[in-house]
């Protein structure tokens, strides 16, 4: 019996398909009449049918290792047959092309199995990668009493599955905690600073009742971070990033390391950036002195907060202008919020006119409708406001 990620005698999910069976079966013969019919009008000197050879080559790079040795066994046989119907004078010479017809198929055959091996270790690797972004990267959409998270994120090596932006979201004793960020550098190699972040924001998320705290622990999971790094021979990196908290009210908490600002959408009202000041990137705080700070703004229910990385604002045109993004969100404002990200990222590969040259993340952060919680809203301080300082 199989199941999900069981390798089977087909390519794995997630492959080219293997043609069915009925339709090998009905090429093979197709093929087989043609050419005896071509080499019966051709006269004896004529051997079209040898051509049969070329079946199972293409069997072993597209069929499954069943197709494959079928076609092999029933070219041989036909070959053979054939040559027998129309000898050569020589009979030397009709051993030799036997022989060489069996070398032949059982190359193909060979060649077949060797892909599908090679296949399902690259399916067991990808069920891997997915694994680990399952760990690293909540499957979205993620709501939480508070709000709902949902959006697009693409590694600039869309295979790898994981890169060097982040996010997550937490529904804590303190309220639903959001994070978004994204480590210096691209693809897989600014993994390690990212995963140091996203333990700690899971840690922090719900120990710490302040924002403030919470963007410590990530400045200090970044510092521990780079300190390893440099004892490894590793390159040292920083994380831009910005914590958000939403509890009950319309207030919502930000602390905000470096990292671009989030587009405030709604019927109402024009798409902007929030004016949040930018801070110091992760990494960076001990460095610049910087004591970070608490700020609010305003997210009533209906509205959207966009949240977004450089791979949007700096996805740049044949003529190298970036994404001209307050302006293109004017035209997208009008899309419902489950389409908003995908159609943003559909308008930034329009404007770069190629592939991704960074990792990049399209979220849409909403207020849950009523924003009741099962607690009816308390918190363990007994206020519907996390305090902020």
């Known amino acids: 019996m199989s199941g999900p990620g069981t390798p089977t005698d087909s390519v794995p999910a997630g492959q080219v398909r293997p043609p069915r069976d009925r339709t090998v079966a009905v090429a093979v013969l197709a093929a087989t009449v043609l050419l005896l019919a071509a080499q019966a009008v051709s006269g004896s000197s004529a051997r079209l049918v040898l051509l049969l050879v070329f079946v199972p080559a293409l069997l072993a790079g597209l069929g499954t290792l069943a197709q494959t040795v079928a076609a092999a066994i029933w070219v041989t046989g036909v070959i053979v047959i054939s040559s027998l119907v129309f000898p050569t004078p020589s009979v030397a010479g009709r051993a030799l092309t036997l022989v060489a017809v069996v070398l032949a198929q059982t190359v193909g055959v060979l060649l077949c199995a060797r892909r599908l091996r090679r296949d399902r270790e690259l399916f067991r690797m990808r069920q891997t990668a997915v694994a680990l972004q399952r760990q690293l990267l909540r499957p979205l959409p993620a709501p939480t009493r508070h709000a709902g998270l949902d959006g697009r994120y693409r590694p600039v090596e869309e295979d790898a599955l994981v890169g060097g932006d982040l996010y997550d979201i937490a529904d804590t004793p303190y309220g639903t905690r959001v994070l978004v960020g994204d480590v210096q550098g691209k693809g897989l190699p600014a993994i390690g600073a990212g ?23 990530l400045e200090n999971a970044v510092a521990r971070h780079n300190a390893y790094a440099a004892q490894s021979g590793e390159d040292e990196r920083f994380v831009t990033a910005t914590v958000f908290g939403l509890d009950d009210g319309s207030t919502v908490q930000a602390v905000n390391c470096g990292h671009l600002a989030p587009y405030l959408l709604g019927d109402e009202r024009e798409p902007g950036a929030v004016p949040l000041a930018a801070g110091v990137p992760l990494g960076l705080a001990e460095l610049a002195g910087e004591v970070r700070a608490v700020q609010r ?5 209906g509205e959207t907060l966009l949240l977004v990385t450089d791979g949007v604002t700096e996805a740049a045109d044949a003529e190298g202008e970036f994404y001209p ?15 908003l990200a995908g159609a943003v990222e559909e308008d930034v590969r329009r404007h770069s006119h190629g592939p991704l040259r960074d990792d990049l993340t399209i979220l849409t952060l909403r ?8 607690d009816g809203g308390a918190r363990p301080n007994g206020s519907h406001r996390p305090s902020g300082a």
């Open 195 to 217: 995963f140091a972040v996203l333990g700690a924001f899971r840690e922090a998320a719900f120990r710490d009742p302040t924002l403030t705290a919470v963007a410590q622990a």
């Open 297 to 301: 703004f305003e997210l009533a229910e």
């Open 325 to 339: 993004i307050d302006r293109r969100l004017r035209g997208l404002s009008d899309r419902s919020p489950d389409a």
């Open 367 to 374: 207020r849950a409708a009523g924003g009741d919680g099962p």
